[in-house]
């Protein structure tokens, strides 16, 4: 299995609304990520886990609660949301974390489209 | 700030041409990674390229790395409709942070 799985595939939610993206890798990777992308814009990064451990938060709004359950899910759990915060929301892991003689790139899944009404 | 910035920002070619994109970056790296992502998708890696390699090949793609003038360059050669996708290019800073380039948007015409 070579992939990463993202659930949903769209998700349309109300500012008062809680739900949570999910992510799925069975490659062994070691650090997984959120990624928020607007429309013609690169990929920002969120939150980097490594072995399980929250390593890097950047700065991301406490409406955003990341969440490692084992080294194979990573969970987005959002409440209160924005209507800014309507994004392509996505996963990645990687062998080891990001950087160095390690590292070999990123294997992307294929995002959350989400929609705050 | 941007690490990578890539040109041209967008590039319409006819299929069968060549296409050539550009990355250039501001500090020392260990390494530089090209992804494509087509339209709404997830990002695809392309090829990684180590800061000691100048040149690396993969099917149609050829990527070079002038570590010199802190650029890189992507090349697809005969070009086919479904190479139409944003391609980023992202660099592995020496604090290894992954930072994405703005990404050039290619169209290849029929």
């Known amino acids: 299995d070579t992939e990463v799985t993202q659930t949903p595939k769209h998700l349309v939610m109300g500012m008062t609304n809680k739900k949570s993206l999910k992510c799925e890798q069975h490659m062994g990777h070691r650090a997984m990520y959120w990624y928020k992308q607007k429309a013609k814009k690169p990929p920002e990064l969120m939150f980097v886990?490594?072995?399980?451990?929250?390593?890097i938060n950047e700065s991301v709004p406490s409406r955003f609660s990341p969440e490692c359950p084992n080294s194979s899910l990573l969970n987005l759990h959002l409440h209160a949301l924005q209507p800014e915060d309507s994004a392509l929301y996505l996963c990645a892991s990687s062998q080891a974390p990001q950087g160095g003689e390690r590292w070999y790139g990123y294997t992307f899944g294929s995002g959350t489209r989400l929609t705050v009404v | 700030s941007q690490q990578g910035e890539e040109d041209p920002q967008a590039l319409s070619i006819q299929e069968g041409e060549n296409a050539t994109m550009n990355c250039s970056y501001k500090?020392?790296?260990?390494?530089l990674q090209w992804y494509r992502q087509n339209s709404g998708r997830g990002l695809v890696h392309l090829i990684l390229i180590r800061s000691n390699e100048r040149e690396k090949h993969s099917g149609r793609l050829r990527v070079t790395l002038d570590t010199s003038k802190k650029s890189s360059s992507l090349l697809i050669t005969a070009s086919r409709a479904a190479d139409t996708a944003s391609y980023f290019c992202?660099?592995?800073?020496?604090?290894?942070?992954?930072?994405f380039g703005k990404g050039t948007r290619l169209h290849i015409l029929p």
């Open positions: 886990y490594s072995y399980e451990k929250l390593s």
């Open positions: 992202a660099t592995d800073a020496m604090n290894d942070k992954i930072i």
């Open positions: 500090t020392s790296i260990n390494n």
